[in-house]
């Protein structure tokens, strides 16, 4: 194991009290979780937590602002409209969904929460 430089929540760090993107999971929520990080006029970043859920039948997101998004923890499928195949999305997994590139969330894991980081910006 290597050792690191720094330990991890130190009071030493420039940052006393940083957040965690994995702190306060929910185990089953009725509708996504969303939490804003950062938002400017050019980029907003959320931290997106899912416990199961899908997008209603028929609806399909249609977002002025491109979108980059990874899964962090847990496990999704995004559908695209324009025929584009289904992407199964687990830990480390991102994918870059162009403005108005219409698409829904077909699942989310059900067996543990599944946190996404969205980076949303404009072209």
């Not at 957040?19 to 804003?36: G, H, Q, R, T, Y």
């Not at 039948?57 to 559908?79: H, M, P, R, T």
């Not at 989310?108 to 946190?115: D, G, R």
Request: hydrophobic share 40%; glycine share 4%.
């Amino acid at each position: 194991m290597i050792p690191r430089p720094y330990p991890c929540l130190s009071g030493s760090m420039p940052n006393p009290n940083p957040a965690n993107l994995f702190s306060d999971l929910p185990d089953k929520l009725a509708a996504e979780l969303v939490d804003v990080l950062v938002k400017t006029p050019s980029i907003r970043i959320e931290r997106i937590v899912s416990t199961g859920q899908r997008s209603d039948a028929g609806f399909w997101y249609d977002q002025e602002e491109n979108e980059w998004v990874i899964v962090l923890k847990g496990s999704a499928q995004l559908c695209f409209a324009d025929g584009t195949l289904p992407k199964t999305l687990c830990p480390g997994d991102h994918v870059t969904i162009p403005a108005h590139q219409k698409h829904r969330i077909d699942w989310t894991s059900a067996s543990e929460p599944t946190v996404w980081l969205a980076v949303f910006y404009s072209a």
